[in-house]
């Protein structure tokens, strides 16, 4: 069964503090990992791909094929990173529905 | 605006009764999905199309929903007798699929938030 978890609903660091959203993973095969951010009022955007091993906002997220795992990550929090967070994953071929997480509210504290 | 749009925005209807919805994607896209997003979860999938074909529907998608894209273009939602537990988020997405090609962004719209009363 594909499957993703975020054990945290809601997570909350000061600003310039180092941050870390956690994302688990079952799948059988070769998934396509994901991280969607959305900011206050606006919709729901692509932040990284593990494929594409970017840093966006200064963001990372690096798949652990052995942990099944995929957070993400910044040194340095900013104020304006607070949003909702969702790992998701879609198969490398055919259909590529994306199966999200139930997403992690991450607040920054001035 | 160049994005997925979706409409209505918002849609309260009484129990019982029928609803609607409209994707329109990003033009160049030839594949459409729609998810449905409930407070607290994230978005799960109902079903999508490559051009005007359908290709998946999930199980979560009783037969009182049906989802069209006539001419590969835009689609259309209906849910028919609507239930409460039908009240959610409903959001549509598109993304441009060739053969061989591992990237899949998918572009979301805005949503279309119902209320069933």
């Known amino acids: 069964a594909q499957r993703v978890t975020q054990p945290e609903k809601l997570l909350s660091v000061f600003k310039g503090a180092p941050v870390e959203l956690k994302c688990n993973y079952s799948?059988?095969?070769?998934?396509?990992l994901f991280w969607y951010v959305q900011y206050s009022r606006q919709r729901l955007q692509l932040l990284l791909r593990?494929?594409s091993r970017e840093s966006i906002k200064g963001f990372t997220a690096d798949l652990n094929k052995g942990e099944t795992s995929f957070h993400l990550k910044k040194p340095f929090a900013q104020e304006e990173d607070s949003a909702m967070y969702y790992c998701?994953?879609?198969?490398?071929?055919?259909?590529?529905?994306?199966?999200f997480g139930q997403g992690t509210r991450l607040t920054i504290n001035p | 605006d160049t994005g997925v749009s979706q409409d209505p925005r918002h849609k309260i209807t009484k129990r019982g009764q029928n609803v609607t919805f409209r994707c329109d994607p990003i033009?160049?896209?030839?594949?459409l999905y729609w998810y449905r997003q409930t407070l607290g979860q994230g978005p799960e999938f109902l079903t999508y199309?490559?051009?005007?074909?359908?290709?998946?529907k999930s199980r979560l998608l009783s037969d009182r929903f049906s989802a069209e894209r006539p001419k590969g273009s835009f689609s259309t939602l209906e849910i028919q007798r609507t239930e409460q537990g039908d009240s959610a988020m409903y959001l549509c997405?598109?993304?441009?699929?060739?053969?061989?090609?591992?990237?899949?962004?998918?572009?979301f719209g805005p949503g279309t938030r119902l209320t069933v009363l």
């Open positions: 997405a598109s993304s441009f699929f060739r053969t061989r090609r591992i990237e899949n962004e998918q572009f």
């Open positions: 799948y059988s095969g070769s998934p396509e």
């Open positions: 593990h494929i």
């Open positions: 998701a994953l879609s198969g490398l071929q055919g259909a590529q529905k994306l199966v």
């Open positions: 033009s160049e896209h030839n594949r």
């Open positions: 199309f490559q051009n005007e074909a359908q290709l998946e």
